[in-house]
């Protein structure tokens, strides 16, 4: 038999009954083992070739828990951060106007500037156009300010890049990020007729504090607007398709609230797979808005974070986490980090990062413009500062490296900031616990299998 090693890759942690979860970020598996295998799992890891449960040892090592001694994990991880990295596919993220009908406290965006230009409309079906057959697919993310302020915009220019990959035969797919106030029915039809299936739309908690945190620009709250929208959404026939992400920035004064939260999410959402959850301290992205709620904040203070997430956890209801569920195998990469990875903003300058959008202080986001012909002149000596990866010991030793290869945050990589780590390693063992509420994505180990 194969000598074992126990995989660099795995992370341990328990749910509420004392069973262990397991997770591997090189083979993105998660398992959940009863409490009783507990003995036989830490007797493995410090030996794995120690005599015990046949069935147990064959399936961890299916699962990439175990490995052959002579696996040289961290050339495997570099090879798939390769692979990752290099993906011809042709990341859009237009943003059509940085224009707002908000007043989020937390914004980080200035809210001017004018709206896209036909021309540069017309720049970006070109560029498509003209470069279509040196990608294997197109992704569209609409961003800004808001977005469906030019609806018609994103409509025009969804429908005519679908038509060019669907006349090329590539994989299309779009999202939009939209704070959903104008997302009525209609609009929702518009939008999933011309290729958009994917929206992520922020309903901040209780009526009180999301209208505190996201009202229109003259004071006028918008929670009940937003929840009619999502409930007429819901009621569309359940063979129609799509995935909206619904996310909560959570400030302190919500996490004694959390638990009521989640229970009204589940009674008017939880039956319908479409709809996934998902929440987020409220951060300091910067501006000046965010000052306003500074004592608010729960910043990155681990017992906040406990309080949080316990919340949550203490409601023992499974949310439909799938954003956790991707953090954790289908996102390693930030996309500001990927090549053919482009913001095409309103102006028609081209950039890497939407955190930076509109920060004067960054002029490294700013890597080029596209031309009327549809070229994008790019400063490729901008464009390679983003393709680069944290390869210090520390990362390279991390349990999290076959997953964000290093390469979560390269903004701040590029800034000089610490805060260079994903959200899904510094708070995954609350991610897992949440995960393990429920059985849909993890599985239990029997060794009544087979």
Request: aromatic fraction near 12%; include cysteine.
């Amino acid at each position: 038999m194969d000598k074992l090693k126990y995989s660099k890759f795995n992370y341990k942690t328990e749910d509420k009954a004392g069973n262990i979860v397991l997770y591997n970020s090189l083979y993105k598996t998660i398992r959940k083992y009863e409490k009783k295998y507990g003995v036989d799992i830490e007797a493995l890891k410090l030996n794995p070739d120690v005599q015990t449960n046949s069935k147990l040892v064959q399936d961890m090592q299916s699962c990439g828990f175990f490995v052959k001694s002579d696996v040289d994990e961290i050339m495997i991880s570099e090879f798939a951060y390769l692979q990752e990295v290099s993906k011809r596919n042709l990341n859009l993220t237009i943003v059509p106007t940085m224009q707002c009908n908000f007043d989020c406290a937390y914004c980080y965006q200035e809210h001017g500037g004018g709206f896209m230009s036909e021309q540069i409309q017309h720049a970006i079906v070109r560029h498509v156009r003209k470069n279509i057959v040196n990608y294997t697919s197109v992704s569209l993310s609409w961003f800004g300010g808001e977005p469906l302020l030019r609806k018609d915009i994103v409509v025009k220019l969804s429908n005519e890049i679908r038509e060019v990959c669907k006349k090329h035969y590539k994989p299309f797919n779009a999202m939009i990020t939209t704070n959903g106030y104008a997302l009525d029915l209609e609009t929702f039809n518009i939008l999933l007729d011309c290729g958009v299936r994917y929206f992520q739309i922020t309903l901040d908690g209780t009526k009180e504090i999301h209208d505190k945190q996201r009202a229109l620009k003259n004071g006028s709250g918008t929670f009940d607007r937003i929840l009619q929208n999502l409930l007429d959404i819901k009621n569309i026939r359940k063979n129609i398709q799509f995935k909206i992400h619904l996310r909560t920035n959570v400030a302190k004064e919500m996490i004694p609230k959390l638990g009521d939260h989640v229970r009204f999410l589940h009674d008017n959402f939880g039956d319908d797979e479409r709809f996934t959850f998902f929440f987020r301290q409220v951060f300091d992205w910067g501006g000046e808005r965010v000052n306003s709620m500074r004592n608010s904040m729960i910043l990155n203070q681990k017992n906040e974070l406990d309080s949080m997430y316990r919340a949550l956890y203490d409601t023992d209801i499974p949310l439909n986490y799938y954003t956790y569920f991707t953090d954790l195998f289908y996102n390693p990469i930030c996309y500001a980090g990927m090549l053919y990875s482009y913001i095409i903003n309103w102006d028609g300058r081209i950039e890497k990062c939407t955190c930076e959008s509109t920060t004067e202080t960054n002029k490294f986001n700013h890597i080029g413009y596209l031309t009327p012909e549809g070229k994008f002149n790019i400063d490729i000596n901008k464009e390679a500062k983003w393709i680069i990866r944290n390869n210090s010991k520390d990362c390279q030793e991390c349990f999290m490296r076959a997953n964000c290869f290093g390469a979560f945050c390269p903004k701040n990589a590029l800034i000089g900031s610490d805060n260079c780590c994903p959200i899904s390693k510094t708070d995954i063992d609350w991610y897992l616990k949440l995960l393990a509420l429920g059985d849909k994505f993890i599985t239990t180990f029997s060794e009544r299998e087979g």
